[in-house]
């Protein structure tokens, strides 16, 4: 059984920092992809950044580039989201995800198969 789990939440004012983890075990061969989504409360979740986990290309929505950096750490098992240059409008709940299947849309929550259980950020203006 697959589990994802996100940590590194937190509150912060805008303009500032916070890197986001998440853990993964569970499987028995690696996962095509792995992403970062979140959602704001009475909005669909969306994409924010997603990487192939096989060669390393990475993937953003238009709104955090150059803001976020999304990595892995594949001795570690873990995935990372350092979100630099935070603003308000980025409160959101941001939820771990990974996907076994080629090709996929990599910011669409349709193509991922097992998720966490979200880390709340929220930024102060």
């Known amino acids: 059984q697959v589990q994802l789990v996100e940590s590194g939440g937190g509150s912060v004012q805008a303009g500032g920092s916070l890197r986001l983890s998440c853990a993964a075990s569970?499987?028995?061969?690696?996962?095509?992809?792995m992403g970062w989504f979140r959602q704001a409360p009475g909005k669909e979740r969306e994409g924010v950044a997603a990487?192939?986990?096989?060669?390393?290309?990475?993937y953003y929505v238009d709104s955090v580039k150059g803001r976020f950096t999304i990595s892995q750490d594949n001795a570690k098992n873990t995935l990372y989201l350092q979100m630099n240059g935070l603003k308000p409008e980025d409160t959101a709940m941001y939820y771990c995800?990974?996907?076994?299947?080629?090709?996929?849309?990599?910011?669409?929550?349709?193509?991922?198969?097992?998720w966490g259980q979200g880390t709340q950020v929220t930024v102060s203006s």
């Open positions: 569970g499987y028995t061969y690696p996962h095509s992809h």
């Open positions: 995800a990974a996907s076994y299947r080629t090709p996929i849309q990599t910011l669409d929550v349709r193509g991922y198969d097992y």
């Open positions: 990487i192939y986990t096989g060669g390393g290309s990475t």
